[in-house]
């Protein structure tokens, strides 16, 4: 933990577990992947105990408030322990139905294909 007032945003967000290496934080906040309270954020701008930072990851849009701040990694007990996570949960995954007319029998190959086009195309 770190006893200053503020931090640098891509040290923190490395150091809470977002990305793997302060390199790829650095280059999130530089591609405006990195927003604080609302605002895109560069590498330099620091935070606060507080602070609302959004984070855009490939497996979608996490929301994190500042609780303690860090500058260096350490282990994820530790990591959690630097925000409260406000991401809203995903969505249930909730199948489309896939309907065959009663009594046609088992499908062909070509309607199994087809059948999985439709499961897949949400």
Do not use: H
């Not at 605002?39 to 602070?51: F, H, L, N, Q, Y």
């Not at 630097?82 to 009594?103: I, S």
């Amino acid at each position: 933990m770190n006893d200053a007032a503020t931090v640098r945003v891509d040290k923190w967000v490395w150091a809470a577990r977002c990305f793997k290496t302060r390199s790829q934080a650095t280059k999130a906040c530089a591609a405006g992947q990195v927003a604080v309270n609302g605002e895109k954020a560069r590498a330099s701008r620091t935070i606060k105990p507080g602070d609302v930072v959004d984070v855009w990851l490939p497996a979608g849009k996490r929301t994190l408030r500042v609780v303690a701040l860090a500058d260096r990694r350490a282990s994820a007990a530790v990591a959690a322990t630097l925000f409260d996570d406000l991401t809203p949960p995903p969505p249930p995954y909730v199948p489309p139905p896939m309907e065959r007319e009663r009594g046609l029998g088992r499908p062909t190959k070509r309607d199994r294909r087809k059948l999985g086009r439709m499961a897949w195309d949400d």
